[in-house]
T-cell receptor, first 115, second 117 residues
Framework: AQKITQTQPGMFVQEKEAVTLDCTYD???????LFWYKQPSSGEMIFLIY??????QNATEGRYSLNFQKARKSANLVISASQLGDSAMYFC????????????FGAGTILRVKS | EPEVTQTPSHQVTQMGQEVILRCVPI?????FYWYRQILGQKVEFLVS????????KSEIFDDQFSVERPDGSNFTLKIRSTKLEDSAMYFC???????????????FGSGTQLSVL
């Protein structure tokens, strides 16, 4: 079974609108961390946001927020007020275990922001 | 903002040749990683390194691969005898801690695009 599932290969959003990128995960470990990374066309991987399995509040970082629904094992990324520079590939990733030290990535979602 | 630096940005090699990919992690970080991304595919974990030894490795990281921290700043990935299927973007990453909330986030370098001909 896939550990991280991103069901949207591609998404379009109008500039200044909000967009939600889906991510579901599969783990039986009570301790895990969830990450979102952005990969622009230049190729680098840019950290966006983190959610720990024990965090009570949904994570927010500026225009990024994470809609964490633990019972449904989903960790969707919400980007508010989309900008043209948000056009990129977005990866959801998970670290399992309290001392786990590797990330498992989803297949990614390509986001295109239209003007 | 501190960053992970990787050199070279592009490497072209002949099948069967050895390549060394170089990385300088962020100076106060303790955990180092290599990931790779074959064109159009997901990012895959190769190996993690802590306290001068491999802490975890994936099935991809076979005997052809090795990692080394030859001094206090560099972290290298060596592929002994490259194969066509080793062509990929190789990312180095580092983190300050593990399993400790937001501080465990990995900082990635810009990658080395390896092309094996």
């Amino acid at each position: 079974a896939q550990k991280i599932t991103q069901t949207q290969p591609g998404m379009f959003v109008q500039e200044k609108e909000a967009v939600t990128l889906d991510c579901t995960y599969d783990t039986s470990d009570p301790s895990y961390g969830l990450f979102w990374y952005k990969q622009p066309s230049s190729g680098e991987m840019i950290f966006l946001i983190y959610q720990g399995s024990y965090d009570q509040q949904n994570a927010t970082e500026g225009r990024y927020s994470l809609n964490f629904q633990k019972a449904r094992k989903s960790a969707n990324l919400v980007i508010s007020a989309s900008q043209l520079g948000d056009s990129a590939m977005y990866f959801c990733a998970m670290r399992e275990g309290a001392d786990g030290n590797k990330l498992v990535f989803g297949a990614g979602t390509i986001l295109r922001v239209k003007s | 903002e501190p960053e992970v630096t990787q050199t070279p940005s592009h490497q072209v090699t002949q099948m069967g040749q050895e390549v060394i990919l170089r990385c300088v992690p962020i100076s106060n970080h303790l955990y180092f990683y290599w990931y790779r991304q074959i064109l159009g595919q997901k990012v895959e974990f190769l190996v993690s390194f802590y306290n001068n030894e491999i802490s975890e490795k994936s099935e991809i990281f076979d005997d052809q691969f090795s990692v080394e921290r030859p001094d206090g700043s560099n972290f290298t990935l060596k592929i002994r005898s490259t194969k066509l299927e080793d062509s990929a973007m190789y990312f180095c990453a580092s983190s300050e801690v593990i399993g400790a909330g937001k501080d465990e986030k990995l900082f990635f370098g810009s990658g080395t695009q390896l092309s094996v001909l």
